[in-house]
């Protein structure tokens, strides 16, 4: 199936600029068929993937990609950056109000992983202590690894989870940090199941004179329709991606309260990178339009509904969860020992069911055969899959890891079809 060509269907259905691409290279074309393949014929339960509008598509690959604007709106190094100037203002005004803040916004960051490295730089000095969630409990990359620029430039400490509930602990952070004492305080994860109290970790970065920075990536959308708690007010800085539950294309943004405004914006640029994606930013644009409509909160329930959905049945039929549930929209599967995290990634994909084979805390395996997947709702809730759905997705997930067939091919192509 991965070999074939996309449907006869697929293909008269493709927009004129991508019959040019056909035209002019094939392989190019061929390939990015394939992948197309991929994504409508099999469920994509990538928790931090999710499927860009047209609307959003259109926009970065439009003739926005051919313009260099360093710089910042109306303080621009190139010349011919009108456009450019008023499609990057149009980004931060809706990105500010997608999300009910005041704070000043960088759209230019080209991922979440600059936005963040661009904070550090914006209020740190290399040596400066920083204090977030260890990677092996749910972190991410570069909130101090060892082997990312965060842990290369800073002295990294991190706190863990509760070992009985698999939770924050906030009165273990709070002493953690008063035994750190960090410049900088980092709330946010790759793979933690459940609500974030935005408001304590403020108070936990008073009580000890540091700063406080909150990565969004997973969470944002869920943030900005108002179903999970913000960390504006609260924060000093605020960063995301605009991928995920956003559902824009893959970037990242910086909010910062206006103190730090200069600084932020010189550690973008020239500090962390050059010229700006303006047709990436015009992308994210449109998706923070998308946001903005009713839509877009109704969608995020739903990525809330069928995620709960996903869990119970997953737990009916046997499967421990970290946190023994969810309250955003992703889950951590225990494996039990019955199968390893990578074999059962493989094991999925082979049936097109797309998931990532993830550590669960305190994770006696190692990082790339770990006790755990984590599964998401964002994408196939995007494709239309209700909780009924999600029902019988945990069936197929059920019966794949342990080796029942039951015509699992068809049922994937039935829901894969909405």
């Not at 970065?60 to 456009?83: D, M």
């Not at 019955?338 to 305190?362: S, T």
Request: glycine letters at 10%; charged letters at 25%; aromatic letters at 6%.
């Amino acid at each position: 199936m991965h070999g074939s060509i996309p449907s006869k269907a697929r293909e008269e259905g493709r927009s004129r600029a991508t019959r040019r691409l056909a035209e002019a290279d094939a392989d190019v074309w061929r390939l990015i068929g394939l992948e197309d393949d991929r994504q409508t014929t099999g469920l994509q339960l990538i928790a931090s993937e999710n499927i860009a509008s047209g609307a959003v598509r259109e926009a970065v690959g439009s003739v926005l990609t051919n313009k260099y604007a360093e710089g910042t709106p109306g303080k621009r190094y190139y010349s011919g950056c009108e456009v450019a100037d008023e499609v990057e203002a149009l980004a931060q005004s809706r990105a500010k109000q997608l999300f009910s803040t005041d704070y000043h916004v960088n759209v230019q960051p080209h991922a979440g992983t600059q936005a963040n490295l661009a904070v550090y730089q914006a209020c740190m000095k290399p040596g400066d202590r920083i204090l977030g969630l260890d990677l092996n409990q749910g972190g991410h990359l570069s909130h101090g690894f060892k082997l990312n620029q965060s842990g290369k430039l800073y002295e990294a400490h991190f706190y863990t989870l509760s070992k009985d509930t698999d939770r924050l602990d906030y009165d273990s952070i709070a002493r953690v940090a008063a035994e750190v004492k960090p410049k900088l305080i980092l709330a946010g994860a790759s793979a933690y199941p459940r609500l974030i109290d935005f408001a304590r970790f403020g108070e936990i970065a008073k009580s000890v004179g540091a700063l406080f920075h909150a990565d969004i990536a997973h969470i944002a959308g869920l943030v900005a329709a108002g179903l999970h708690p913000t960390p504006f007010g609260h924060a000093d800085f605020v960063t995301t991606t605009t991928h995920k539950t956003l559902r824009g294309p893959r970037g990242g943004l910086v909010f910062c309260k206006p103190e730090f405004q200069k600084a932020v914006d010189s550690s973008v640029f020239p500090g962390m990178q050059g010229g700006p994606l303006e047709h990436e930013i015009a992308g994210k644009a449109v998706a923070f339009g998308e946001g903005l409509q009713p839509a877009f909160k109704e969608y995020q329930g739903r990525v809330l509904t069928n995620a709960r959905a996903l869990a119970d049945e997953l737990k009916g039929r046997g499967w421990r969860l970290v946190t023994d549930g969810t309250d955003n929209h992703l889950m951590l599967v225990d494996l039990g020992g019955v199968i390893d995290g990578a074999e059962a990634q493989d094991r999925l994909a082979k049936r097109r069911i797309f998931a990532n084979k993830n550590l669960i805390p305190w994770d006696t395996r190692p990082a790339n055969k770990p006790s755990g997947i984590r599964l998401g709702t964002p994408a196939m809730t995007t494709r239309g899959l209700d909780e009924n759905d999600f029902r019988e997705v945990a069936r197929i997930v059920d019966d794949v890891l342990r080796g029942r067939e039951n015509e699992i091919d068809a049922r994937v192509a039935a829901l894969a079809r909405g």
